[in-house]
Protein backbone atom coordinates (compact mmCIF):
# COMPACT_ATOMS: atom_id res chain seq x y z
CA UNK A 1 0.00 0.00 0.00
CA UNK A 2 1.41 3.75 -0.94
CA UNK A 3 0.18 7.18 0.42
CA UNK A 4 0.66 10.44 -1.01
CA UNK A 5 0.40 13.97 1.42
CA UNK A 6 -0.65 16.66 -0.56
CA UNK A 7 2.35 19.50 0.67
CA UNK A 8 2.56 22.11 -2.15
CA UNK A 9 0.29 24.75 -1.23
CA UNK A 10 0.83 28.19 -0.17
CA UNK A 11 -0.68 27.86 3.14
CA UNK A 12 -1.98 31.04 2.26
CA UNK A 13 -4.55 31.29 5.51
CA UNK A 14 -1.88 30.10 7.60
CA UNK A 15 0.38 33.42 6.63
CA UNK A 16 2.80 34.61 8.24
CA UNK A 17 3.73 31.37 9.53
CA UNK A 18 4.26 29.50 6.17
CA UNK A 19 6.75 32.01 5.45
CA UNK A 20 8.90 30.08 8.23
CA UNK A 21 8.09 26.41 7.16
CA UNK A 22 5.92 24.87 4.65
CA UNK A 23 2.18 24.18 5.98
CA UNK A 24 2.99 20.19 6.15
CA UNK A 25 5.86 20.87 8.32
CA UNK A 26 3.91 23.05 10.95
CA UNK A 27 4.35 21.89 15.06
CA UNK A 28 1.67 20.51 16.99
CA UNK A 29 2.50 19.89 20.33
CA UNK A 30 6.06 19.26 18.79
CA UNK A 31 5.48 17.25 16.04
CA UNK A 32 4.63 18.31 12.73
CA UNK A 33 1.85 17.23 10.28
CA UNK A 34 4.43 15.51 8.05
CA UNK A 35 5.34 13.42 10.97
CA UNK A 36 2.05 12.89 12.20
CA UNK A 37 0.77 11.33 9.16
CA UNK A 38 4.29 9.12 7.96
CA UNK A 39 3.52 7.85 11.75
CA UNK A 40 0.11 6.99 10.56
CA UNK A 41 0.42 5.44 7.88
CA UNK A 42 3.40 3.21 8.94
CA UNK A 43 1.27 1.95 11.83
CA UNK A 44 -1.22 1.21 9.30
CA UNK A 45 0.89 -1.27 7.52
CA UNK A 46 1.52 1.20 4.24
CA UNK A 47 4.63 0.61 2.58
CA UNK A 48 5.64 3.95 1.07
CA UNK A 49 4.87 7.20 0.76
CA UNK A 50 5.53 10.27 -1.78
CA UNK A 51 5.41 14.11 -0.36
CA UNK A 52 4.97 16.71 -3.16
CA UNK A 53 6.35 19.95 -3.13
CA UNK A 54 6.31 23.59 -3.99
CA UNK A 55 6.29 26.27 -1.99
CA UNK A 56 9.75 26.35 0.60
CA UNK A 57 10.32 22.70 -1.26
CA UNK A 58 13.62 23.37 0.15
CA UNK A 59 12.76 23.36 3.65
CA UNK A 60 10.43 20.62 2.85
CA UNK A 61 13.59 18.32 1.06
CA UNK A 62 15.86 18.61 3.88
CA UNK A 63 13.49 17.70 6.35
CA UNK A 64 12.31 14.71 4.55
CA UNK A 65 15.83 12.99 3.22
CA UNK A 66 17.70 14.18 6.85
CA UNK A 67 15.80 12.85 9.29
CA UNK A 68 15.53 8.86 9.44
CA UNK A 69 11.62 7.95 8.74
CA UNK A 70 9.52 4.37 9.76
CA UNK A 71 8.72 3.96 6.00
CA UNK A 72 10.40 5.46 2.57
CA UNK A 73 9.42 9.41 2.06
CA UNK A 74 9.84 10.39 -1.48
CA UNK A 75 9.77 13.87 -3.09
CA UNK A 76 7.91 15.04 -5.84
CA UNK A 77 8.88 18.55 -6.77
CA UNK A 78 6.18 21.04 -8.73
CA UNK A 79 8.20 23.24 -10.72
CA UNK A 80 4.55 25.32 -11.18
CA UNK A 81 1.70 24.83 -8.28
CA UNK A 82 -0.52 21.75 -10.13
CA UNK A 83 -3.39 22.61 -7.53
CA UNK A 84 -4.43 19.36 -5.96
CA UNK A 85 -5.79 17.37 -8.97
CA UNK A 86 -2.49 17.60 -10.94
CA UNK A 87 -0.25 17.27 -8.52
CA UNK A 88 -1.76 14.00 -7.76
CA UNK A 89 -1.83 13.22 -11.07
CA UNK A 90 1.66 14.33 -11.75
CA UNK A 91 2.72 11.88 -9.15
CA UNK A 92 0.98 8.65 -10.15
CA UNK A 93 4.05 7.47 -11.99
CA UNK A 94 6.28 7.13 -8.89
CA UNK A 95 3.28 5.90 -6.88
CA UNK A 96 2.71 3.09 -9.49
CA UNK A 97 -0.11 1.21 -10.36
CA UNK A 98 -2.11 0.16 -7.30
CA UNK A 99 -4.65 2.51 -5.86
CA UNK A 100 -3.29 5.20 -3.80
CA UNK A 101 -4.63 6.77 -0.42
CA UNK A 102 -4.37 10.64 -0.20
CA UNK A 103 -4.27 13.09 2.19
CA UNK A 104 -4.13 16.33 2.46
CA UNK A 105 -1.52 18.20 4.51
CA UNK A 106 -3.64 20.64 7.05
CA UNK A 107 -5.62 17.62 8.51
CA UNK A 108 -5.27 15.40 11.93
CA UNK A 109 -7.25 12.40 12.14
CA UNK A 110 -7.53 9.08 13.41
CA UNK A 111 -9.46 7.06 10.78
CA UNK A 112 -7.88 3.90 10.39
CA UNK A 113 -6.59 4.19 7.13
CA UNK A 114 -5.40 0.97 6.68
CA UNK A 115 -8.98 -0.41 6.60
CA UNK A 116 -10.56 2.40 4.84
CA UNK A 117 -7.96 1.55 1.57
CA UNK A 118 -8.85 -2.11 2.04
CA UNK A 119 -12.70 -1.18 2.27
CA UNK A 120 -11.80 0.99 -1.15
CA UNK A 121 -10.32 -1.72 -2.66
CA UNK A 122 -13.58 -3.91 -1.83
CA UNK A 123 -15.85 -1.59 -3.10
CA UNK A 124 -14.66 -1.52 -7.20
CA UNK A 125 -14.91 2.26 -7.19
CA UNK A 126 -12.32 4.08 -8.96
CA UNK A 127 -12.24 6.74 -6.19
CA UNK A 128 -13.45 7.08 -2.35
CA UNK A 129 -13.35 9.61 -0.19
CA UNK A 130 -13.92 9.33 3.48
CA UNK A 131 -16.46 12.08 5.07
CA UNK A 132 -18.03 12.42 7.83
CA UNK A 133 -20.85 14.86 9.46
CA UNK A 134 -19.25 18.27 10.70
CA UNK A 135 -21.99 20.88 9.74
CA UNK A 136 -19.11 23.89 9.65
CA UNK A 137 -18.02 22.02 6.42
CA UNK A 138 -20.83 20.08 5.13
CA UNK A 139 -20.70 20.67 1.61
CA UNK A 140 -20.77 17.33 -0.05
CA UNK A 141 -24.18 15.66 -1.46
CA UNK A 142 -24.29 11.82 -0.74
CA UNK A 143 -27.48 9.42 -1.85
CA UNK A 144 -28.71 6.84 0.40
CA UNK A 145 -26.78 4.13 -1.70
CA UNK A 146 -23.10 6.14 -0.98
CA UNK A 147 -22.76 7.92 -4.03
CA UNK A 148 -21.34 11.32 -4.13
CA UNK A 149 -23.36 13.54 -6.30
CA UNK A 150 -21.79 17.39 -6.32
CA UNK A 151 -19.65 19.46 -3.96
CA UNK A 152 -20.41 23.29 -2.75
CA UNK A 153 -22.97 24.98 -4.31
CA UNK A 154 -23.97 22.17 -6.80
CA UNK A 155 -24.49 19.64 -3.77
CA UNK A 156 -27.12 22.06 -1.91
CA UNK A 157 -29.08 22.27 -4.74
CA UNK A 158 -28.86 18.37 -5.24
CA UNK A 159 -30.11 18.46 -1.49
CA UNK A 160 -32.71 20.73 -1.98
CA UNK A 161 -34.17 18.82 -4.57
CA UNK A 162 -33.21 15.61 -4.28
CA UNK A 163 -34.83 12.89 -1.64
CA UNK A 164 -32.47 10.73 0.39
CA UNK A 165 -29.84 13.00 -0.16
CA UNK A 166 -27.63 14.54 2.97
CA UNK A 167 -24.60 16.49 2.89
CA UNK A 168 -21.65 15.89 4.78
CA UNK A 169 -17.74 16.96 5.04
CA UNK A 170 -14.89 15.75 3.11
CA UNK A 171 -11.92 14.75 5.83
CA UNK A 172 -9.30 15.63 3.02
CA UNK A 173 -8.77 11.82 2.79
CA UNK A 174 -9.09 9.98 -0.45
CA UNK A 175 -8.49 7.18 -2.08
CA UNK A 176 -7.91 6.67 -5.96
CA UNK A 177 -7.23 3.97 -8.43
CA UNK A 178 -5.12 5.63 -11.35
CA UNK A 179 -6.81 4.83 -14.15
CA UNK A 180 -9.58 7.40 -12.73
CA UNK A 181 -6.34 10.87 -13.63
CA UNK A 182 -4.66 8.84 -16.39
CA UNK A 183 -6.38 10.85 -19.30
CA UNK A 184 -5.03 14.34 -17.78
CA UNK A 185 -1.65 15.20 -18.65
CA UNK A 186 0.86 15.54 -16.73
CA UNK A 187 2.55 18.67 -15.18
CA UNK A 188 -0.50 21.15 -15.80
CA UNK A 189 -2.61 22.38 -12.86
CA UNK A 190 -5.91 20.69 -12.01
CA UNK A 191 -8.81 20.99 -9.05
CA UNK A 192 -9.29 17.52 -7.95
CA UNK A 193 -12.99 17.87 -7.19
CA UNK A 194 -13.50 19.01 -11.06
CA UNK A 195 -11.81 15.76 -11.72
CA UNK A 196 -14.73 13.87 -9.13
CA UNK A 197 -17.59 16.24 -10.90
CA UNK A 198 -16.28 14.93 -14.31
CA UNK A 199 -16.76 10.93 -12.95
CA UNK A 200 -20.22 11.94 -10.93
CA UNK A 201 -21.16 13.45 -14.90
CA UNK A 202 -19.99 10.42 -16.77
CA UNK A 203 -21.89 8.06 -14.31
CA UNK A 204 -19.02 6.57 -12.35
CA UNK A 205 -19.30 9.33 -9.04
CA UNK A 206 -17.02 8.55 -5.98
CA UNK A 207 -18.24 6.47 -3.59
CA UNK A 208 -18.40 7.61 0.35
CA UNK A 209 -16.70 5.65 2.98
CA UNK A 210 -17.26 6.75 6.65
CA UNK A 211 -15.51 6.11 10.08
CA UNK A 212 -18.12 7.07 12.38
CA UNK A 213 -16.91 8.60 15.55
CA UNK A 214 -13.15 9.98 14.49
CA UNK A 215 -11.27 12.62 15.43
CA UNK A 216 -11.21 15.32 13.12
CA UNK A 217 -9.76 18.38 12.42
CA UNK A 218 -8.33 21.13 9.95
CA UNK A 219 -5.97 23.23 10.88
CA UNK A 220 -5.19 25.62 7.61
CA UNK A 221 -5.79 28.99 9.44
CA UNK A 222 -4.26 30.64 12.61
CA UNK A 223 -7.47 30.19 13.90
CA UNK A 224 -7.98 27.03 13.56
CA UNK A 225 -4.56 25.78 14.31
CA UNK A 226 -4.50 27.20 17.79
CA UNK A 227 -8.24 25.96 18.62
CA UNK A 228 -6.37 22.57 18.07
CA UNK A 229 -3.42 23.37 20.00
CA UNK A 230 -6.02 23.52 23.36
CA UNK A 231 -8.70 20.84 22.20
CA UNK A 232 -5.49 18.47 22.40
CA UNK A 233 -3.93 19.50 25.81
CA UNK A 234 -7.68 18.96 26.92
CA UNK A 235 -7.79 15.66 25.75
CA UNK A 236 -6.80 12.27 27.07
CA UNK A 237 -3.31 10.89 27.07
CA UNK A 238 -2.46 8.87 24.37
CA UNK A 239 -5.74 10.19 22.03
CA UNK A 240 -3.99 11.11 19.32
CA UNK A 241 -0.40 9.02 18.98
CA UNK A 242 2.28 10.60 17.94
CA UNK A 243 0.91 14.06 18.74
CA UNK A 244 1.04 14.54 22.58
CA UNK A 245 -2.29 15.10 24.33
CA UNK A 246 -3.36 15.47 27.43
CA UNK A 247 -0.94 18.47 28.69
CA UNK A 248 -1.98 21.50 29.18
CA UNK A 249 1.52 22.72 29.20
CA UNK A 250 3.68 20.50 26.71
CA UNK A 251 7.51 21.62 27.10
CA UNK A 252 10.13 19.75 24.94
CA UNK A 253 12.88 18.16 26.80
CA UNK A 254 15.43 20.35 24.96
CA UNK A 255 13.26 23.68 25.87
CA UNK A 256 14.66 25.62 29.07
CA UNK A 257 11.96 27.37 30.94
CA UNK A 258 12.80 29.75 34.16
CA UNK A 259 11.34 28.44 37.52
CA UNK A 260 9.37 31.51 37.97
CA UNK A 261 8.28 31.86 34.55
CA UNK A 262 4.31 31.97 34.85
CA UNK A 263 2.33 29.65 32.21
CA UNK A 264 -0.83 29.76 31.89
CA UNK A 265 -3.76 28.44 29.84
CA UNK A 266 -2.23 26.19 27.17
CA UNK A 267 1.12 26.72 26.37
CA UNK A 268 3.35 24.47 24.02
CA UNK A 269 7.42 25.07 24.00
CA UNK A 270 9.37 23.90 21.60
CA UNK A 271 12.92 22.21 21.17
CA UNK A 272 15.73 24.72 21.49
CA UNK A 273 13.78 27.66 22.98
CA UNK A 274 14.10 29.33 26.02
CA UNK A 275 11.68 31.46 28.18
CA UNK A 276 13.87 33.22 30.50
CA UNK A 277 12.95 34.35 34.25
CA UNK A 278 9.56 36.60 34.93
CA UNK A 279 8.17 35.60 31.78
CA UNK A 280 4.42 34.96 31.41
CA UNK A 281 2.80 33.10 28.73
CA UNK A 282 -0.77 32.72 28.60
CA UNK A 283 -2.51 30.45 25.60
CA UNK A 284 0.89 30.26 23.42
CA UNK A 285 2.93 28.50 20.79
CA UNK A 286 6.09 28.37 20.62
CA UNK A 287 8.24 26.48 17.93
CA UNK A 288 11.89 25.70 18.06
CA UNK A 289 15.19 27.46 18.71
CA UNK A 290 13.08 30.83 20.05
CA UNK A 291 13.43 33.44 22.61
CA UNK A 292 10.82 35.18 25.06
CA UNK A 293 13.10 37.85 27.11
CA UNK A 294 13.17 38.45 30.86
CA UNK A 295 10.20 39.93 32.30
CA UNK A 296 7.97 39.97 29.25
CA UNK A 297 4.09 39.05 28.62
CA UNK A 298 2.50 37.24 25.89
CA UNK A 299 -0.97 35.83 25.62
CA UNK A 300 -2.74 34.07 22.93
CA UNK A 301 0.59 34.47 20.53
CA UNK A 302 2.42 32.48 18.54
CA UNK A 303 6.20 32.89 18.66
CA UNK A 304 7.93 31.00 15.11
CA UNK A 305 11.39 29.54 15.29
CA UNK A 306 14.21 31.59 16.10
CA UNK A 307 12.86 34.46 17.06
CA UNK A 308 13.72 36.52 20.25
CA UNK A 309 11.01 38.36 21.79
CA UNK A 310 10.57 40.72 24.66
CA UNK A 311 8.22 42.75 26.10
CA UNK A 312 4.14 42.90 25.98
CA UNK A 313 2.35 41.23 23.02
CA UNK A 314 -1.16 40.25 22.75
CA UNK A 315 -2.79 38.07 19.88
CA UNK A 316 0.25 38.40 17.81
CA UNK A 317 1.88 36.04 15.36
CA UNK A 318 5.84 36.48 15.73
CA UNK A 319 8.68 35.91 13.19
CA UNK A 320 11.99 36.74 12.80
CA UNK A 321 12.76 40.63 11.99
CA UNK A 322 15.01 39.33 9.37
CA UNK A 323 11.57 37.30 7.54
Given at each position: MRA?????????????????????????????????????????????????????????????????????????????????????????????????????????????????????????????????????????????????????????????????VRMLAFTGIHFINPPALREYTPGVPYNILDIYRRLISRGSPPRALFSPGIFWREMGSIESYTRLTAELGALERETLPPIETGRRAWIHPEAVVSPNAVLGGSVVVGKGSRIMEGAHLEDVIIWENATVGPGSDLTRCIVADSTSVSGRHCDEVLIPEHE
Open positions: MILAAGLGTRLHPLTDIRPKVMIPVMGTSILDFWVERLHRSKFDAAIVNAYHLKEKLVGEIYEKPRPIPVEVHLEPVLLGTGGGIRSALEPLGNEPVAVVNGDIVCDAPIGELYCEHLESGAEVSLLLHDCPEFNNVAVNSEGAVLGFGKEAHRIRADGNG
